[in-house]
């Protein structure tokens, strides 16, 4: 099939109530984002656990070594490694999303499956990763940092360390991505905030706390 364009999701996956997810291209101030949005809901009251992938668990060590070039893997393997994070990072019944929720909390985390779809989807085939995370929940609410493919790498080019997928070849076919997995959920009952990440860090977690949290999260 050479059509790039990805039909919408039949099988409807679960929501998680309270999960809310942040993404964009590197460089596009997800870290931040996320950071504010959970010290505003904290300074309010709320119990929150922030979160992110890759994890600090061993999974996703291993995967932060890979990034930064002192181990190798493949982008196939790279992307079971980022499914096989987020598995545990769902599941660990200690401080896994899936526990925190129960416990009542928000959960926000920086990264989730949409990376995989956009980064090792690009890198290895969309259809194999789709597949791979086919069984993990949606978030209530993912905010996507919108930014031109290679305006983030020009913000983050003064890091004394530079990353694997920072070039901008890779930005390139990551900003595409990102558009192929965003269209995939259209129709399913996440809801996607699309949010122009190239706008002053306050500029953007206000409206990013406008589109959100104006209506009662759950
Ligand atoms: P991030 O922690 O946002 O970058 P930084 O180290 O600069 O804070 O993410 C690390 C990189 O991992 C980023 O380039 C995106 C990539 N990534 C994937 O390729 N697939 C994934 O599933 C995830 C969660 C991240």
């Known amino acids: 099939m050479t059509s790039n364009k990805t039909a919408s999701e039949t099988e409807p996956r679960q929501v998680l109530p309270g999960f ?4 964009g291209l590197d460089g596009a101030g997800t870290t931040t984002q996320a950071r504010l949005f959970v010290e505003r ?23 932060r070594a890979v990034l930064s070039g002192s181990e190798h893997a493949s982008d196939r393997t790279m992307a079971y490694l980022f499914a096989a994070d987020r598995s545990e990072h769902l599941d660990n019944p200690d401080h896994g999303i899936l526990a925190e929720l129960k416990r009542g909390r928000y959960v926000v985390c920086d990264r989730y499956l949409f ?32 930014l ?45 905030h699309r949010i122009d990440g190239s706008a002053a860090p306050e500029t953007i977690a206000e409206e990013v706390w406008r589109r959100i949290a104006i209506t009662p999260i759950h």
């Open 20 to 23: 809310i997810v942040f993404e």
């Open 41 to 63: 809901l904290r300074s309010g009251g709320a119990a929150v656990s922030a979160t992110a992938e890759p994890t600090d668990g061993p999974i996703g060590r291993h995967i």
């Open 115 to 146: 990376s995989s779809l956009a980064y090792q989807g690009s890198l290895c085939g969309f259809e194999f990763v789709r597949m791979l995370n086919s069984s993990f929940a949606l978030p209530e609410h993912l905010v996507f940092l919108e």
């Open 148 to 192: 031109q493919s290679r305006a983030g790498l020009e913000r983050i080019k003064t890091r004394d360390r530079n990353e694997i997928y920072e070039t901008p070849q890779i930005q390139d076919t990551v900003y595409h991505g990102y558009r192929q997995a965003l269209e995939q959920f259209r129709d399913t009952k996440m809801r996607i």
